[in-house]
């Protein structure tokens, strides 16, 4: 499903504010107070961190493993012909997400994934270069 990246939104709602947002991609409400009590910026003010706090929540735990199998191959499998289909997915499942699996997307960096691609694998150039690409 679709990631939506909003901050939320505010509307009034006989008489107060409601909170507006998505979270984990179903729409999420929550009355915020009364349009006497609070004002629109300060409603939005609520609602933006409501939403950050179910970022902060959901942000930290995704791990590559994860990442590869709920995203990545859901997204690419469904262009790949079958013969390209069975080469990636086994390429990817042996030589990275078995070294990856438990680490979190935050922690990667192109310069360290590349190094530790050539280094110590004794993987051939196109395997390497496949794996870049991919």
Do not use: P
């Amino acid at each position: 499903m679709r990631t939506r990246h909003s901050t939320g939104g505010v509307r009034k709602q006989r008489g107060r504010w409601i909170g507006l947002w998505y979270e984990g991609g179903v729409k999420k409400s929550r009355v915020l107070g009364f349009v006497k009590d609070l004002s629109k910026g300060e409603a939005r003010e609520a609602v933006a961190k409501i939403v950050a706090a179910g970022k902060a929540k959901t942000n930290g735990s995704a791990a590559f493993g994860q990442f590869v199998e709920d995203v990545y191959f859901r997204f690419y499998t469904r262009k790949w012909k079958a013969s390209t289909r069975e080469n990636n997915v086994n390429r990817i499942n042996v030589h990275l997400v078995r070294r990856f699996e438990d680490r979190e997307l935050t922690g990667f960096q192109r310069t360290s994934c590349r190094t530790s691609l050539t280094e110590g694998q004794g993987l051939s150039f196109s395997v390497v270069d496949h794996l870049r690409w991919t």
